[in-house]
């Protein structure tokens, strides 16, 4: 009498690297993620590796493994939060729209970018501390942000053709007054707050504020 043999088993050393690819990466997330924490509070200089280790829950011996050094951490989280703000620039979708009406979105959407994360200030503002440094070093973030000039100039390009924006405006400048408008205000909204004795991030004040921004934009773009 035949009896079915029983099913063998996936052969435990597969079993074993893959479980163990899952938690090399889970921890490298977790170390990622307690040391943006970190450094979004108080700095390159301020942070302390042993309190990345304690919030991550792993040892200083593995944060070495996977890292390096402080200083490798940190360019790692930079590159983390340069490549956030990329992905959520880049989900933005205006290529079936008119240029005023993409100009307008891209504005709104720059906007919430940094309301929605206000921590990347406290990393930003030590980064520029050191003069750009970890930026300089790092080929990931400045291939990531090739293609940003690229977009401006094809939106503005076709505002101008259709008449809509003047010309001469540069896509630089542009750019980086976009983000300014919204940044300076919400990473100096403690000390403008106490000036002014005013909440400028309830909902009511920050739509307000984004109609300001993008009212400003697009009389400063029309054309004539």
């Given at each position: 009498?035949?009896?079915?043999?029983?099913?063998?088993?996936?052969?435990?050393?597969?079993?074993r690297?893959g479980?163990?690819?899952?938690?090399?990466s889970?921890?490298?997330?977790?170390?990622?993620?307690?040391?943006?924490?970190e450094?979004a509070?108080?700095?390159?200089?301020?942070?302390?590796?042993?309190?990345?280790a304690r919030?991550a829950?792993v040892?200083?011996?593995?944060?070495?493994?996977?890292?390096?050094?402080?200083?490798?951490?940190f360019?790692?989280?930079?590159?983390?939060?340069?490549?956030?703000?990329r992905?959520?620039?880049?989900?933005?979708?205006?290529?079936?729209?008119?240029?005023?009406?993409?100009?307008r979105?891209?504005?709104a959407?720059t906007?919430?970018?940094?309301?929605?994360?206000?921590?990347?200030?406290?990393?930003?503002?030590s980064?520029n501390?050191r003069?750009a440094?970890?930026?300089?070093r790092s080929?990931?973030?400045?291939?990531?942000?090739?293609?940003?000039?690229e977009?401006?100039?094809?939106?503005?390009a076709?505002?101008?053709?259709?008449?809509?924006f003047?010309?001469?405006?540069?896509?630089?400048?542009l750019?980086?007054?976009?983000?300014?408008l919204?940044?300076?205000?919400?990473?100096?909204?403690y000390?403008?707050?106490?000036?002014?004795?005013?909440?400028?991030?309830?909902?009511?004040?920050?739509?307000?504020?984004?109609?300001?921004?993008?009212?400003m934009?697009?009389?400063?773009?029309?054309?004539?």
């Amino acid at each position: 009498m035949k009896t079915d043999k029983p099913k063998a088993a996936p052969p435990r050393r597969a079993r074993r690297r893959g479980s163990g690819r899952r938690n090399a990466s889970d921890t490298r997330e977790r170390i990622l993620a307690a040391a943006f924490r970190e450094f979004a509070d108080k700095g390159l200089d301020g942070a302390r590796v042993d309190e990345i280790a304690r919030r991550a829950g792993v040892n200083k011996g593995m944060l070495y493994h996977y890292f390096g050094n402080k200083e490798r951490l940190f360019q790692a989280a930079l590159e983390r939060l340069y490549a956030t703000i990329r992905a959520k620039q880049g989900g933005l979708n205006v290529r079936d729209l008119k240029p005023e009406q993409a100009m307008r979105k891209l504005v709104a959407h720059t906007a919430e970018i940094w309301m929605e994360h206000p921590d990347f200030f406290g990393v930003l503002n030590s980064e520029n501390l050191r003069r750009a440094q970890h930026v300089k070093r790092s080929k990931r973030i400045i291939q990531m942000y090739e293609p940003v000039l690229e977009q401006m100039e094809q939106l503005l390009a076709a505002g101008s053709r259709d008449g809509m924006f003047r010309k001469g405006i540069d896509a630089l400048d542009l750019y980086i007054s976009i983000s300014a408008l919204a940044a300076h205000y919400i990473s100096n909204h403690y000390t403008l707050e106490a000036l002014f004795h005013t909440k400028l991030l309830t909902r009511k004040r920050w739509e307000q504020r984004c109609e300001h921004m993008t009212d400003m934009v697009m009389r400063y773009l029309k054309a004539g």
